[in-house]
């Protein structure tokens, strides 16, 4: 902290004179900031992986072709003397002309066979074109697909010609006779690499390509005209997979140092070390390693592929360093083609970077096809020069003396530079060029573990990274690691699979290919790991295990279910969370592992973490519950039992407070749908049947039919905002008056009544808008019917249901989906609504068959719209098929009853019988359905969101929420980087000092003027006329902006410079109410709670500012808040205009940031108290009365919570303390409902509250009698407290407010608006104290909101 009081101290921050900054805001807890709040829960988008061969080739055959005529030098080349004579390190003058030929034939072959042992290699030495094309013809044969390479050495004839010609002999050796590259190209086929060792051999490569596009335009004319001549031909091959290696260019001659091999080039690619060596020793530099000779490179120790010894390990680094140069300087996919596609392609490649290297020392371009950018003078060619220098050094004692071999540095030195890349780079640049000799570095157990973990820490940036790790080669050198049994490897390797597969998933079937799986099941059982290590590795086997049967079988075999049911109970909730997820992917349709669970009970010890205290960890458990009971196989007693069982435990997180734990619930729930279908089919036609035939009793205040905001006085309504989490938004359905009363939902479960009251009927975006269209009758259920079938169900007479009991468990999970279909957060409700209308489809369609067919006609379940072009299409039998879901919007109908007679529906265009088919509309979606006996011809894209003509309504058999797939993108990203808020230097942390500051300054300078006394509040700083009759209003701590809500919408003010902000639709239900409002995390990033009274809470980011306001999260907070409460005789006296008639408090809330904890209560019997952090309800405190909750105010210091009651009595409570004796206090001196009841939050702080009657009382906490009495106005409707200033404001029906202080003494009384002619203030419905300023903000029932301060302008 002492890092934060100095940056607050700085002085270029304007503190004026504060003493000293507070830093207590660093110590809050921030609430619903976590990453399922802020990010969309989806997985990551899959990165086109580009690195696996898709093609991986070999070269099988070669063709070596000679022509040397040794002794005879062609006619068109003067050769100065001496000359260069070696052909592959044999002087062919040293014996006779014919063995000569053949020694450097085989001489040839052996350099070959070094780069590829298992080829077939053929030698044509001094030949015909006859012999050529024999030879050519026969490799191409024996090859099939696969490449073939030829090998051209043109010494001893004259050069190429400009006709696209090389030469060979006649028989007798009396005439060279020209052969054409269009015919060796035929003869050769493709795929096939050419090299050409020659003078001007740039010529053959450009005749090759200009007869390549020939050919490839006579494939055109014969595949365009089928009597053209050329189309009768046999087809020619197309050479675009052929690659060519020349010794020079167009124009140049090969040179003749007598120092050097005449076949410099084949020896630069076949025996690099052995020229690269010499070269290095005629360089001008080589004299500065003393006693190297040439003679003694000759004796340099060791085996090419022996890396221990010297030679070995310069042909090691020598590869690292090409392979290097080549990754950093080619474009991605041609490195992959030339230097990972095929092994002899690569090695020849990689050695002609160094003959680039060479030749062009004297004067020579070597050439290329695909062209490579020029390599020569790229720094690793000096990172060689050093390598050789230090080994050459060491020769001459090595020889001489026989002393030990020193290791070369250089792998080590090119970690290190690896390492500076990692900690100094920035964020954007340029990827480490050392990257391609890390991969190296693995080979050698030397560097093994640093290189690892260098490469952990490469792949750990992101991935990008591992794409581009992949893109290099790492893959087959990680996966052989995994064959090792060293313990220090373990938590590297596993770290490293973890970010692969996290960024490339298909590795899978390559782990269980190579038994790698049985690797990180041995780490996952290791219980001396470190659980974050156990954590990646039950990662690496969910991957392995998703949707993959090897992999599953492998795993099932492996014991991984009891691995996995052992670390369920693991501290580290990552550990809890991924065993979970692993454990629901293995029996995912695979009724093996189901039963392998069964008989460890598995179901039974997963319910321990349905009550996790982390929301993850709970949501991995539903879907492991939900991938158990949603397995296809065939059904005995026993495991239906059991699947009734996982329902039952399932339905008690119908409450739960994280929307995420919700949604996964529904998608559990839909499982046993599908599972289910026939009964869940005569269970939804039973409740359908009753929702028609029941009348459905209205209540006593009947709602007048609603528009989209209630009809102002004011000609200008406003624009709702839209707001992004309500796609289609139902601010109000149709004129169909809506019944309010709700009963308790009742799910027994176990003989026991558990009461699950359904809670809030929120439309969420799902419902139908008037907004919207209002004639989209998609949906089979609308809003309206499943939120009447809700209220039926509790009072109807089920039992008549034949077949299915009362209380059969499909009855309690169909009654789950109705509560859920009308849950407060639109993501939950609208997957809700597509469960319950497809089980209604499926019921309607089964339920008049007959009917429908003998009279020609189509259900109209879903009316053939514009908007739904469904393709109504014939099948005899079998189910119907699932339309493919519709836009999330409902209609405002009952479903229609079937067209009858003579009414024909209309025809679609496409399928011309459509009319008179059966009752199948629609197409099938694309992914398997739960019914999908039918159609397969008609697929269509059912994801395709913005398809206006696609059915989102239904679900299909794989609905899921991307919860899995959302938390694997945790290794995907940077695991060991600083989060941005812990950067000091960094714009977030930036902002967060700028607004602490802000926060220090408001509460030092309010502070000063409260303290100096407030003498008078009448000051009007803010009026404004707002879009609704304001009944809530909230004062932001810190900013200058106001939250206005009304029924069911919310207005931002900013009352400093008098402009509206914001105002955006809450999405309550339009027979709910806003009760109340809080700021959360107000100190730091803002966010707004709305209450409402049918128990639901929703939390709001992005308000008041350019965005759109987004829903962070919405819960039921109280489940048994009956709207049939509302409106009794509990209702006040006076009748509050701004309910509307409906009396009750609603719902009452306070917050406590420092605890992150939520109380909540209202019109129940209970305080109910939700932990954020968790997002789970931790404690209920019955209030021990007959009446509502008021009022609710607490204290954490003391853990006490002060509530007022609808019957005038105040009670304090101790939230320590067990649920039977946690009411401490109980005082009973009004005689009618509490306005207000205030907890002072000082030790000794007293409880302030005020009845309806206008008596104030104050209670010492000790004692059972007020210590002071005040009587203000009679009538109370409004009443605030301000918790600095000791004042407080009552409101009265009355038309004004009287401002007092803590003496009782009234310092303003305020009856007229300023300005406007003095008009009288309204009736006022709300009063608000900001909670450090001495601001007053008042809203009236004439619209009006104002603000009164102290003096005016303070700030």
């Known amino acids: 902290m002492k890092m934060d009081s100095e940056l607050l101290h700085s002085p270029a921050v304007c503190l004026a004179e504060e003493e000293e900054a507070d830093t207590s805001d660093w110590n809050l807890p921030l609430a619903f ?40 030098d062609p006619p068109d080349v003067v050769k100065t003397s001496p000359c260069a004579r070696l052909e592959c390190w044999i002087d062919p003058l040293s014996m006779s002309p014919q063995k000569a030929l053949e020694t450097i034939g085989a001489n040839l072959q052996k350099q070959y066979e070094n780069w590829q042992p298992r080829a077939r290699y053929k030698q044509s030495l001094d030949p015909t074109v006859d012999e050529v094309k024999k030879l050519c013809t026969s490799l191409r044969r024996n090859a099939k697909e696969e490449r073939v390479l030829f090998h051209y050495n043109g010494h001893g004839v004259p050069r190429p010609t400009v006709n696209g010609e090389i030469w060979v002999f006649n028989k007798n050796y009396t005439q060279y006779i020209p052969l054409s590259v269009y015919d060796l190209q035929t003869w050769m086929g493709s795929p096939s690499i050419f090299v050409y060792d020659c ?149 020849l490649f990689r050695n002609f970077l160094l003959a680039e ?212 109970s693991d501290p580290h909730p990552l550990l809890r969370q991924w065993v979970a997820i692993c454990l629901g992917r293995i029996w995912q349709n695979f009724d093996s592992a189901r039963w392998c669970g069964v008989r460890d009970s598995a179901h039974e010890k997963l319910y321990s973490l349905l009550s996790d205290p982390i929301p993850e960890v709970r949501c991995a458990a539903v879907f492991a519950l939900g991938t158990f009971v949603g397995n296809s196989a065939e059904r005995t007693d026993h495991s239906t039992t059991i699947d009734h069982n996982v329902a039952m435990m399932l339905a008690q997180l119908i409450n739960d407070g994280s929307p995420v734990v919700r949604k996964e619930l529904v998608v559990a729930l839909s499982h046993l749908v599908v599972q289910y279908e026939s009964n869940f089919c005569t269970v939804a036609l039973q409740f359908m049947e009753e929702e028609k035939n029941y009348p459905v009793p209205s209540p006593a205040n009947t709602l007048e039919p609603c528009n989209l905001t209630p009809v102002r006085d004011s000609p200008a309504i406003p624009r709702l905002r839209s707001v992004n989490s309500y796609t289609n938004i139902r601010a109000a359905t149709t004129a169909r008056n809506l019944n309010k ?76 989906l109705l509560h859920l279909a009308a849950d407060p957060f639109p993501e939950v409700s609208d997957l809700a609504m597509k469960v319950l209308n497809s089980i209604a489809y499926k019921a309607t369609m089964n339920a008049r068959p007959q009917r429908i067919l003998d009279s020609g006609s189509l259900t109209q379940s879903a009316p053939a719209s514009p908007t ?157 006329r707002n879009p609704g009759v304001p009944s809530v209003v909230k004062f932001h701590p810190f900013n200058p902006c106001i939250a206005v809500a009304d029924k069911d919408s919310i207005c931002f003010w900013d009352w400093e410079k008098a402009e509206r902000l914001d105002y ?19 100190h730091d990033y803002s966010l707004l709670l709305t209450a409402t009274d049918d128990g639901a809470l929703r939390i709001w980011k992005n308000f008041a500012d350019q965005r759109n306001p987004e829903m962070v999260t919405a819960w039921q907070g109280l489940s048994d808040m009956l709207p049939t409460t509302r409106g009794l005789a509990r209702r006040v006296s006076i009748c509050l205009d701004r309910s509307k008639g409906q009396g009750g408090a609603g719902m009452v809330v306070d917050w406590e940031q420092e605890t992150g904890l939520l109380m909540t209560s209202g019109d129940v019997r209970v305080i109910r108290i939700w932990d954020t952090e968790r997002e789970m309800k931790v404690q209920d405190i019955p209030t021990g009365a007959d009446s509502c909750v008021t009022c609710l105010s607490c204290d954490s210091q003391r853990s006490l919570i002060a509530a007022g009651l609808g019957d005038g009595s105040v009670r304090l409570y101790d939230r320590r303390m067990g649920a039977n004796e946690c009411r401490v206090m109980t005082y009973r ?127």
């Open 1064 to 1082: 955006f639709y809450n999405g309550n239900p339009r027979y709910t109410r806003i009760t109340a409002m809080e700021y959360l995390n107000g």
């Open 868 to 1024: 739904s072009k469904g393709a109504h299409i014939h099948q005899a039998g079998g189910s119907p098929p699932m339309p493919s879901a519709s836009s999330s919007s409902l209609t405002n109908e009952v479903p229609k009853p079937p067209t009858r007679g003579g009414e024909q529906p209309p025809r679609d265009p496409l399928h011309p019988h459509a009319g008179r088919t059966g009752p199948h509309s629609h197409q099938f979606p694309r992914t398997r359905k739960m019914f999908d006996k039918g159609p397969s011809g008609s697929e269509q894209a059912g994801d395709d969101a913005d398809d206006p003509g696609g059915h989102k309504a239904y679900m299909n058999a794989n609905l899921s929420t991307g919860l899995c797939d959302w938390s694997a993108k945790y290794f995907a990203q940077p695991v060991m980087k600083i989060p941005e808020e812990h950067d000091v230097e960094s714009q977030v942390r930036k902002e967060r000092e700028w607004r602490f500051l802000r926060n220090a300054r408001v509460r030092k300078q309010s502070q000063r003027i409260t303290q100096r006394g407030v003498t008078r509040l009448d000051d009007q700083i803010f009026i404004n």
């Open 199 to 347: 003078s001007n051999a740039g010529i053959i490569v450009k005749s090759f390509k200009q007869f390549a596009l020939q050919r490839e335009q006579e494939l055109e004319v014969a595949a365009i005209n089928p009597n053209h001549p050329l189309a009768q031909m046999p087809l020619p091959p197309s050479m675009k997979n052929c690659i060519q290696l020349a010794a020079c260019e167009a124009s140049e001659l090969l040179p003749m140092n007598p120092d050097l091999p005449a076949d410099l080039f084949t020896s630069c690619l076949t025996t690099p070390i052995k020229i690269a060596l010499r070269w290095f020793c005629m360089q001008k530099s080589a004299k500065l390693v003393p006693g190297v000779t040439l003679d003694l490179i000759e004796k340099i120790p060791g085996r090419l592929n022996d890396r221990r010894t010297p030679l070995g390990e310069l042909n090691w680094i020598f590869t690292a360093i090409t392979d290097t140069i080549a990754w950093n300087v080619l474009p991605r996919d041609l490195f992959q083609k030339l230097f990972r596609q095929d092994l002899l392609v690569a090695s």
């Open 1229 to 1355: 001196e009004h005689s009618s409902w509490v306005v207000k009841a205030h907890l002072q939050k000082q030790t000794d702080g007293k409880i302030i509250s005020v009845s309806v009657d206008g008596d104030v009382r104050f209670f010492e906490l000790r004692s059972p009698d007020s210590v002071n009495v005040l009587q203000t106005v009679k009538g109370l409707t409004a009443l605030d407290i301000h918790p600095q200033a000791n004042l407080f404001a009552c409101g009265s029906m009355n038309q004004f407010i009287a401002v007092y202080n803590s003496n009782g003494d009234v310092i303003s009384n305020i009856k007229y608006y300023d300005g406007f002619m003095g008009q009288r203030i309204g009736a006022i419905s709300c009063l608000a104290f900001h909670p450090y300023w001495p601001h007053l903000a008042v809203g009236s029932n004439d619209y009006y909101m104002s603000i009164y301060s102290a003096e005016k302008r303070l700030r």
């Open 357 to 568: 290297r060479i030749m062009r020392s004297y004067n020579c371009t070597p050439v290329s096809s695909p062209r490579l950018p020029p390599t020569y003078m790229h720094a690793m060619w000096q990172a060689w020069d050093l390598a050789v220098d230090i080994c050459l050094s060491q020769l001459p004692t090595i020889i001489e003396e026989g002393t030990a071999f020193r290791h070369s540095p250089f792998f080590a030195e090119q970690l290190t530079a690896f390492q500076v890349w990692l900690t100094m780079g920035v964020e954007n640049r340029n990827p480490p060029e050392q990257l391609p000799i890390v991969l190296q570095v693995l080979l050698s157990q030397v560097h093994r573990l640093r290189a690892l973990d260098l490469l952990g820490r490469f792949l750990d940036l992101g991935p990008w990274a591992v794409s581009l790790a992949l893109s290099v080669g790492i893959f087959p050198y990680v996966l052989k690691l995994l064959q090792s049994s060293a313990r220090e490897l373990r938590p590297l390797l596993v770290f490293i699979w973890a970010k692969i597969l996290a960024v490339d998933s298909s590795c899978q079937a390559d782990l269980v290919k190579d038994n790698g799986h049985k690797y990180f099941l041995s780490v996952l059982a290791d219980p001396y790991m470190p659980a974050e290590h156990r954590t990646m590795a039950v990662f690496i086997l969910a991957v392995i295990v998703n949707s993959y049967t090897t992999g599953q079988e492998a795993c099932l075999q492996g014991n991984l279910i009891a691995i996995c049911l052992e670390q369920l």
């Open 741 to 816: 009363s709700l009963q308790n939902l009742n799910l027994n479960e176990e003989g026991g009544p558990v009461t699950f009251s359904p809670g809030n009927l929120s439309t969420s975006s799902s419902a139908s808008s008037t907004l919207g269209s209002p004639d989209n009758d998609e949906y089979i259920l609308s809003f309206e019917t499943i939120d009447k079938m809700r209220r039926v169900s509790s009072y109807s007479s089920l039992n008549s249901l034949i077949g299915v009991s009362f209380n059969s468990v499909y009855t309690q999970i169909w009654r789950v």
């Open 33 to 72: 900031m976590k990453k399922r709040h802020s990010e969309k829960i989806e997985g990551s988008k899959a990165l086109a992986q580009s690195w696996r061969m898709k093609d991986r080739m070999k070269t099988v055959s070669v063709a070596l072709v000679l022509c040397l005529n040794v002794g005879v």
